[in-house]
């Protein structure tokens, strides 16, 4: 007997008859004699409703104040699947009791609308499980040291059930998805693409943080501070299908890096449109120009990316960053009326069509050419550059959007992501 994190997301949960069926599920584990803690997703397109009803009333732009009501409006979602889950499980024959995040409770800071967990506390739903109820909890939400509701973030969810699995101390933390597993790419975007049935963690951080949004990177981080093992599986399997198959099946996050994993030089790539280029140019080249941008970027609360500073010319520069699209109308505001005139900046330009696409492996380490292979086979296409970031196990090129679905389905290719991976 164990205690096991099961989360499904918005897909697994879309309709009533998903959520009988996902109720037929964490029954079958709970007669195999396992303590369940169940953290769903608001059914498919709900947060997005209720974040359209909200734009509707309020269309302005985001302050403390309306950031918080977002919050209030989101969580909703997640309240309904937990209530529904709940009454799907006692139908099933089996004691189950559902919560939000502030009745655990899920404690965060105060960063509506993307707040991080603090802290879990596990004596309420340690009772339950001991009185041989499964527990239910709200994922995406939680409630801040001032008794606010707090949401985690699109794809919050996947944070919330590692975040209870670490908390709990639990076996296993099962991300049950509408893919079976961790792939090569998206599979939507290139059907070719292939399951891992393992991935390092350092791996998986890469791609999350790279935007393959099968799990949320705070989800990853959480993994990997506590040790969490963390599992992608299919919500879409027949729900009676024998458990020690299940429990097998999807891609295993693991924290050893074992020599047949060396083998695959790059296992992944990812794609990001979530970003925007900025550029200010014609800066004077003098030591403290990126402190004096970047610093009032920072200031502004605007994360930046990727930076990519350009040779002088008669001791003038063009200083070039990314930022979260969201981010990039205040920040071209923020260059014109501000930094650029305290520069002397001839121009302030700016791009928002712009993607990020990532080769990923840990093989990276230990081998060389990679990148040259990455560049090689974009050229091929026809495709520019226009910046590049590397780290020990990732290369990321940033290029127009229009050829990001070009580029993956290259790259995929180049680097023999369908073929199966050697024994
Ligand atoms: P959920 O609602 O279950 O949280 P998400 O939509 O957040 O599901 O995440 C699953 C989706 O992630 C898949 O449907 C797939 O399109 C996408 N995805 C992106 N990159 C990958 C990848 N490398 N492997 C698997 N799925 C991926
Ligand atoms: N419901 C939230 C969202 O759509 C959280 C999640 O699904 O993980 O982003
Ligand atoms: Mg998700």
Known sequence: MALIVHKYGGTSMGSTERIRNVA??????????????????????????????????????????????????????????????????????????????????????????????????????????????????????????????????????????????????????????????????????????????????????????????????????????????????????????????EAASGTLITFEEDEKMEQAVVSGIAFNRDEAKVTIMRVPDKPGIAYQILGAVADANIDVDVIVQNVSHDGKTDFSFTVHRNDYARAIDLLKTKVGPALEANEVVGDAKICKVSIVGIGMKSHVGIAAKMFRTLAEEGINIQMITTSEIKTSVVIDEKYMELAVRALHKAFDLESPQAA
């Not at 059914?43 to 009501?69: H, I």
């Not at 802290?119 to 606010?148: C, E, K, N, P």
């Not at 919330?160 to 099962?174: H, I, R």
Request: proline letters at 5%; a neutral charge.
């Open 24 to 245: 037929k599920r964490v029954a079958k584990w709970v007669r195999a004699g396992h303590q369940m803690v169940v953290v769903p997703s608001a059914m498919s397109g709900e947060t997005n409703r209720l974040l359209g009803l909200a734009k509707e009333v309020s269309p302005e732009k985001a302050t403390p104040q309306t950031m918080r009501e977002l919050d209030m409006i989101a969580s909703t979602g997640e309240q309904v699947s937990v209530g529904l889950l709940a009454l799907a499980l006692q139908a099933e024959g089996v004691a189950a009791v559902s919560y939000s995040g502030w009745q655990v409770p899920v404690k965060t800071d105060s960063a509506y609308t993307k707040a991080r967990i603090e802290s879990i506390d596990d004596a309420r739903v340690r009772a339950d499980l001991a009185a041989g109820r499964v527990v239910i909890i709200t994922g995406f939400q939680g409630i801040d040291g001032d008794g606010h509701v707090t949401t985690l973030g699109r794809g919050g969810s996947d944070t919330s059930a590692v975040a209870v699995a670490a908390a709990m101390k639990a076996a296993e933390c099962l991300i049950y998805t509408d893919v079976d597993g961790v792939y090569t790419t998206d599979p939507r975007v290139v059907p070719e693409a292939r399951r891992l049935p393992v991935i390092s963690f350092e791996e998986m951080l890469e791609m999350a943080s790279l935007g393959s949004k099968v799990l949320q990177i705070r989800s990853v981080e959480f993994a990997g501070k506590y040790r969490v093992p963390l599992r992608v599986l299919s919500s879409f399997t027949p729900w009676d299908i024998p458990l020690a198959e």
